[in-house]
């Protein structure tokens, strides 16, 4: 309820998804809205691993074994 003069922001959802023209409304006001296609559902391409995640490990990995390489050069020919 509100007293007169009053207002208040009021949201709501609206789960419609075959299309058409509805009508929404809240005494004595109303309001069309149109759905021109049924909503396309999101695939995430999220594994779990972010890429960035992926491309460092690689990185040192390959850091890592020529780290090794050179260690083995320079141990023989000592």
């Known amino acids: 309820m509100l007293d007169p003069g009053e207002s208040q922001v009021v949201t709501f959802t609206v789960n419609k998804n075959t299309p058409g023209t509805y009508k929404a409304s809240i005494d004595p006001l109303s309001a069309d809205f149109v759905i021109t296609s ?41």
């Open 38 to 78: 049924a909503p396309a559902t999101q695939q995430s391409n999220d594994s779990g691993v972010p890429v960035v995640g992926i491309f460092i490990g690689g990185f040192l990995l390959v850091f890592l074994i020529i780290l090794l390489i050179i260690r083995q050069r320079r141990q023989s020919n000592y």
